[in-house]
């Protein structure tokens, strides 16, 4: 335990000694992720307008003296009478506009009060949609308002836009990769510098030759290596906090996008555990590596596993893949974390999946921890 | 008194398919050390002296405890280096021209490092800093990167270091390789100082002259064999260390060839 401290005292000093060293720790991370969250917000903010696409929308129980000039709108006749799904699509953009008529509209004799109502749902994000609620209000302006009411009832929201879904969508695209991609560049250069540099400029045979046993020493560097990866989660997690609020300010998402105590705590877990895990397979790769630049050069193919359900998750067909794992997508160290985090920002995580993510990445990280110690133990690698 | 018992030590490399198309052949490893024996005592230097791929670096290293060997057994007094790596390390030093001390460090931080790793009480390791650091003229770049020192300065920063924890044995392969005639005699000074200071020192080298300047006794290996083992005065029988050595290797080419 006692040569366990020396060695990791020992690799601390030497990164905090280094100002650059320093910089990249505590600053980058937290440059990195608030830097392209602000760049994300300007190209969110210049990209409002959507891509031109084919207009959907619905009407139901349309008496026939409507039928023709909604139909004229493109607007179509519903398929089915389940009302409430076509609300719901509306809120996610998958239909632009759904109009409702009361099952039996009457229109109302001069001098009635209680007119029938019309409901019109759309969606203000989207412009079609709007274009379209705008046509159908101005349609049923010069068919005799006074006979009934359009989107009159007051416990109805007819606006059914949902900002902070999108703002949701937009940053679980890209928060995760970009945390994790910081610690992963830090953890890297200090892990191939601390190991394989050793090996390669001859300390490492120095501290062979002392009394201290291989598997401290392994354990030693190690643990210098996952305080690192804490501190630079901590700075990532600085950040993304701050991010979250300028995202949020600049799609001006109403009152913006409310995460909790418990999402923040999750995602700080799922951060310095998923951190950790990456710390391990990279001190792994750095203990088998000749020199700093073999590990440098194998070390960012493991990069891979943090973008593949990062970038994959953004198209539909691997979207479903991923729902099809379903609870297997927090088993697998790295991947669970990185889509924990996308399940925290949408707002649609389960405690019980966050827990297996923990857990599997501590199981990891211990038979990471496990492996280096057996690796330097093997006298071809650590001898050279 | 203290004593370094060697019985019987083989070592064998596995050869990589690499390895044995290099080398022309179809073993699957290379026998480095053959079934070595010697004893080496303290207040003493003794040599192992051979030509290049003799097998001094293999041997040296399972002194050390850095590699294990195949079969034999290695005593340092009365520890198995074998099953007591850690206990045997605590005792002896071991240099090389490439066991480099840390670039991004001080001496005086290096010193104070190893101080803990060898369990050095901090007072007792202050104490002797001061005398080390005064004796081997390190004072003025104590606090210099190692990185800025010359190889002169580095070589005396690793020899300290060595030295830390007054060790028994000091286990020296190629002590002056690469160096500069002033770092080499530095060097053969510090050898001989611990000689007097009643130190067991076991050298590798296939320089003759400094075996003759240094070595109280010497083994000759070849082809990882001990071929002779003696004092120098019974080796040399008059002549200079390399005609005998030439002679015995002459010996050694006929006797395979039979
Ligand atoms: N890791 C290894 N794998 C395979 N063969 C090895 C290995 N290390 C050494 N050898 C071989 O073992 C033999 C002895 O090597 P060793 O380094 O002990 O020789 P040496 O006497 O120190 O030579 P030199 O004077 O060149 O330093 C050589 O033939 C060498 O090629
Ligand atoms: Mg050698």
């Known amino acids: 335990m006692r040569d366990i401290i020396t060695v990791a005292k020992k690799e601390l000093k030497t990164f905090f000694s280094d100002k650059v060293?320093?910089?990249?720790?505590?600053?980058?991370?937290?440059?990195?992720?608030?830097?392209?969250?602000?760049?994300?917000?300007?190209?969110?903010?210049?990209?409002?307008?959507?891509?031109?696409?084919?207009?959907?929308?619905?009407?139901?129980?349309?008496?026939?003296?409507?039928?023709?000039?909604?139909?004229?709108?493109?607007?179509?006749?519903?398929?089915?009478?389940?009302?409430?799904?076509?609300?719901?699509?509306?809120?996610?953009?998958?239909?632009?506009?759904?109009?409702?008529?009361?099952?039996?509209?009457?229109?109302?004799?001069?001098?009635?009060?209680?007119?029938?109502?019309?409901?019109?749902?759309?969606?203000?994000?989207?412009?079609?949609?709007?274009?379209?609620?705008?046509?159908?209000?101005?349609?049923?302006?010069?068919?005799?308002?006074?006979?009934?009411?359009?989107?009159?009832?007051?416990?109805?929201?007819?606006?059914?836009?949902?900002?902070?879904?999108?703002?949701?969508?937009?940053?679980?695209?890209?928060?995760?990769?970009?945390?994790?991609?910081?610690?992963?560049?830090?953890?890297?250069?200090?892990?191939?510098?601390?190991?394989?540099?050793?090996?390669?400029?001859?300390?490492?045979?120095?501290?062979?030759?002392s009394p201290i046993r291989r598997k401290d020493l392994a354990i030693g560097k190690s643990v210098s290596i996952l305080i690192v990866a804490i501190i630079a989660s901590l700075s990532t997690f600085v950040g993304i906090i701050l991010s979250l609020r300028k995202l949020s300010d600049a799609i001006n998402s109403g009152e913006g996008v409310k995460y909790g105590v418990s999402e923040y705590l999750v995602l700080l877990m799922a951060l310095v555990t998923g951190a950790f895990t990456l710390a391990a397979v990279l001190l792994i790769v750095s203990t088998l590596a000749k020199n700093v630049k073999q590990a440098t050069t194998v070390a960012p193919i493991f990069l891979f596993f943090l973008m593949i359900p990062s970038l994959l998750s953004t198209i539909p067909t691997f979207e479903s893949f991923i729902k099809a794992l379903g609870r297997k997508n927090y088993i697998i160290p790295v991947w669970n974390s990185v889509r924990l985090f996308q399940d925290v920002l949408k707002l649609d995580f389960s405690m019980l999946n966050a827990l297996i993510t923990f857990v599997s990445n501590i199981i990891a990280v211990l038979l990471g921890a496990l492996l280096i110690g057996h690796l330097f133990n093997k006298e071809k690698i650590v001898n050279g | 008194m203290e004593s370094l018992i060697v019985n019987n030590l083989v070592k064998k490399f596995p050869l990589?398919?690499?390895?044995?198309?290099?080398?022309?052949?179809?073993?699957?490893?290379?026998?480095?050390?053959?079934?070595?024996?010697?004893?080496?005592?303290?207040?003493?230097?003794?040599?192992?002296?051979?030509?290049?791929?003799?097998?001094?670096?293999?041997?040296?290293?399972?002194?050390?405890?850095?590699?294990?060997?195949?079969?034999?057994?290695?005593?340092?007094?009365?520890?198995?280096?074998?099953?007591?790596?850690?206990?045997?390390?605590?005792?002896?030093?071991?240099?090389?021209?490439d066991l480099k001390p840390d670039m991004k460090s001080t001496p005086s931080a290096m010193y104070d490092f190893f101080a803990e790793l060898y369990h050095i009480p901090r007072n007792y390791a202050l104490e002797r800093k001061k005398q080390l650091f005064s004796e081997f003229q390190i004072e003025p770049y104590a606090e210099t990167m190692i990185a800025k020192l010359s190889q002169g300065q580095r070589q005396k920063v690793s020899l300290v270091i060595s030295v830390i924890h007054d060790p028994k044995f000091v286990i020296f392969d190629e002590p002056t390789n690469g160096l500069d005639i002033i770092a080499a005699r530095e060097v053969r000074d510090f050898i001989i100082s611990m000689k007097k200071n009643g130190k067991c020192v076991i050298i590798s080298t296939h320089l003759f002259d400094l075996v003759e300047k240094i070595c109280d006794r010497a083994a000759i290996i070849m082809d990882g064999k001990i071929i002779a083992n003696d004092t120098l005065d019974n080796l040399m029988q008059g002549r200079s260390l390399e005609d005998a050595f030439y002679e015995m290797y002459l010996k050694q080419v006929k006797m395979k060839e039979v």
């Open chain 2, 16 to 97: 990589s398919k690499k390895q044995r198309k290099k080398l022309y052949t179809s073993e699957t490893e290379k026998t480095a050390v053959d079934n070595i024996s010697f004893v080496a005592k303290s207040g003493e230097v003794f040599g192992l002296l051979g030509t290049n791929g003799a097998g001094k670096t293999t041997t040296m290293r399972m002194l050390a405890t850095l590699i294990k060997p195949n079969s034999g057994q290695i005593f340092f007094n009365d520890i198995n280096a074998i099953e007591n790596p850690e206990k045997v390390r605590s005792q002896l030093a071991f240099l090389t021209t």
């Open chain 1, 21 to 209: 060293i320093l910089f990249q720790m505590i600053f980058l991370p937290f440059v990195i992720i608030f830097g392209y969250s602000s760049l994300m917000s300007g190209i969110a903010k210049a990209n409002t307008e959507p891509e031109k696409k084919e207009v959907k929308a619905y009407y139901m129980n349309a008496p026939e003296s409507f039928k023709d000039p909604l139909e004229n709108l493109k607007i179509k006749v519903a398929p089915d009478n389940n009302e409430e799904k076509y609300i719901k699509d509306v809120k996610n953009k998958e239909l632009d506009l759904f109009v409702i008529f009361p099952e039996n509209f009457k229109e109302a004799q001069p001098g009635q009060t209680d007119l029938s109502n019309i409901d019109i749902y759309y969606n203000s994000e989207e412009s079609s949609s709007i274009e379209l609620f705008s046509g159908v209000t101005a349609l049923f302006t010069t068919m005799q308002p006074q006979i009934f009411t359009v989107n009159a009832s007051p416990d109805k929201t007819y606006d059914l836009v949902d900002k902070d879904a999108a703002f949701r969508d937009l940053i679980s695209s890209f928060v995760p990769l970009m945390a994790f991609f910081a610690v992963f560049m830090i953890c890297m250069t200090l892990a191939a510098n601390s190991i394989a540099g050793d090996k390669e400029n001859g300390f490492l045979n120095t501290l062979l030759v």
